[in-house]
């Protein structure tokens, strides 16, 4: 029987290897000192927004902790709920809402690549994650990843447009 991954996967490489560079473009955009503030918005503006990310981003992670959580501890796979969104709900927080959040508060365009460099870490080290998935949970681990998008919870939408897409077929006109 396969040795059963850390309830953490790879998220300790990911977080401390986001955080190395979210602290180097700190420090860069601090000593350089305004050159990376957003000037093609006004502040009022990027604040909104940014706490409108971490209004969803927050919630959203909560949610991804208690379920995974719960599914850790009982051995099953969690397809439903957050996690019928994306299949990596936890980290897409981070990566699509929080971090940008935080970046737009602290009005630091550099900041921007912060999830940019998250996101290819992140397919990078999922790789491991999804190998061991698919090694313990077969083919209803295989049929959810067929279904449900990785990281950008975006594709969700997608997906529900298809569907009904799909069952409300328009009729031919001639």
């Known amino acids: 029987m396969?040795?059963?991954?850390s309830r953490w996967g790879v998220g300790p490489i990911f977080a401390f290897l986001s955080i190395g560079y979210g602290v180097i473009v700190l420090a860069i955009s601090r000593y350089f000192y305004p050159t990376f503030r957003i000037p093609l918005f006004p502040k009022w503006l990027l604040s909104g927004l940014g706490i409108v990310l971490l209004l969803i981003g927050v919630p959203f992670f909560i949610l991804s902790v208690k379920s995974v959580r719960k599914a850790y501890n009982s051995d099953t796979l969690v397809t439903r709920g957050i996690y019928g969104f994306c299949r990596h709900p936890l980290y897409s927080a981070w990566v699509v809402f929080i971090v940008p959040g935080i970046v737009l508060l602290a009005?630091?365009?550099?900041g921007l690549t912060a999830?940019?460099?998250m996101y290819f870490l992140l397919r990078?080290?999922?790789i491991k994650e999804e190998t061991y998935l698919e090694s313990v949970f077969g083919s209803e681990y295989q049929n959810y990843k067929n279904e449900t998008p990785c990281i950008m919870p975006f594709g969700y939408i997608k997906r529900l447009y298809n569907k009904a897409k799909a069952g409300n077929p328009q009729p031919n006109k001639p």
Request: no cysteine; proline share 7%; net charge positive.
């Open 124 to 126: 990078k080290l999922i």
């Open 107 to 110: 009005n630091i365009w550099i």
């Open 115 to 117: 999830p940019l460099f």
């Open 2 to 5: 396969k040795e059963k991954m």
